[in-house]
């Protein structure tokens, strides 16, 4: 370290890390790949449990985490290894929520007061996307916001990217977490060159398309419903095919996509592997698909993941679904001690893997637990729709739940609207709203109301980057029109 960065008393952020150290603990991507990736599970325990303890111990002196656990009947010294996790209470963003409304603006769970932030080390600021409610602010102190580019990194490693590669990061640079931390794996650990256009509202479509063909772009990060878009406006306003890129490989979130049919579709316009992967605003990406593409690699190095009963919080069985609660082996700030991410999720593969690692794979990530809507009993998941929407070709693949009340003769009665757009030109729609009907009955539980829209019209898109909105809730306006 030059001399004149030892001797500064300001913060500088190339102080803040023993980088040694740093690296020691999580190696880079090629080293983390031939090692960690294929840890024995035996090993992996070990490691974990070496963590989990260091992060308990801190956790004692976090008011946030002190008071819940001595809530709880817990004292320092009862936790004394991985098998007391069951014993420390889950907690979820609703907590969190509660904590920075009583301690402003971050909360008790960064562990920092308000009064020190200028004698820490430097500190970022990003927020949850805002999608089920204001956005969330979390502090990163320096080796967490590292592990934020790291993990992702490792990612995008196993899925082949390169040094030399050119990434375009559809996601911007903003107060949303996704595209610094894709900037972050390619610039600090991959060599890999940032291509930082943003989301279509920063870049137009036509304009991302033609930086691509300018620049080389042969790895793009965004979601599936972007990369649709972006094909059609590249055949619609420039004549031309995507596949003329020549792109290496697709990074993405596929989401509930169990039968495949949304990644084969994006594949088929873009000629190239899409691969899936899974991360949060506070986790940062934690789980992806190798090139096996089949599962979801927990990174078991990095956290302890549990799936657990959306009710009772207690564990579900492997292979069954359930909210799954977090445990970061590494972020110091915040602690992340069995955070409920009320993601619903569940293990599809445990054992030695076709690329030789024991981390557990997850199946495709289900849906939220806290955007589900009850209709007439049956808890319904607006992510549930996917495969019938896209299972007629007259569809576009977008769709939006609407939930709405209905009265007639002082009887109430909850009804599921789905809308349902579809392509321009496609022909006869006769018997398309039944077909989905039906089809969406199986896969739902409840046979819904389906709208067709026109292509275009449905306004799914409220997330900064892209993140389709899939539900409404309409039940405060009481209407007098009965179902048919």
Known sequence: ??????????????????????????????????????????????????????????????????????????????????????????????????????????????????????????????????????????????????????????????QGGRPGDRLQITGTLSLSNMGWAYYQAAHHYLGIVPITTGSGVVTPSRRQLEYALQLGTNIWTSFPEYMTQLAHVCQKELGRSVRELGTKLITTYLGPDLDNSLRNYVEELWGCPVYDNYGTHETGGVAFEGEDKDGLYLMEDAAVFEFVDTDTLQPVATGEAGDLTFTHLHRQIPLLIRYNLRDLARIKYEGTSPLGSNFRRMDKFLGRSDQMVKIRGTNVYPMGCLRAVRSDSRTTGEWLCIARRFEQNGVLRDELVVRVEV???????????????????????IKPLIELAPEGELDTNVGREGKPRRLIDERHIVRSVQRS
């Open 1 to 158: 370290m030059p001399k004149v960065a030892r001797n500064s008393r300001l913060p500088l952020y190339v102080n803040s890390i023993d980088w040694e150290s740093f690296f020691e603990q999580t190696p880079p991507p090629d080293v983390w790949y031939e090692t960690n990736f294929r840890w024995s599970r035996d090993q992996l325990r070990a490691y974990q449990n070496h963590h989990f303890m260091q992060r308990v111990a801190e956790a004692w002196d976090n008011a946030f985490y002190s008071r819940r656990w001595r809530a709880a009947g817990l004292e320092p010294g009862d936790i004394r290894s991985l098998d007391d996790l069951h014993k420390i209470p889950i907690f979820n963003s609703e907590d969190v929520k509660d904590s920075i409304a009583a301690r402003p603006p971050f909360g008790e769970v960064c562990g920092i007061d308000a009064a020190a932030y200028s004698r820490q080390h430097p500190l970022k600021m990003q927020t949850s996307s805002g999608t089920t409610g204001l956005p969330r602010p979390t502090l990163f102190g320096s080796k967490d916001w590292e592990y934020n580019g790291l993990f992702i990194a490792r990612e995008l490693y196993a």
């Open 423 to 445: 392509k321009s030109g496609s022909g006869s729609l006769e018997g398309l709203d039944e077909f989905l009907a039906e089809r969406l009955r199986a896969d739902l539980g």
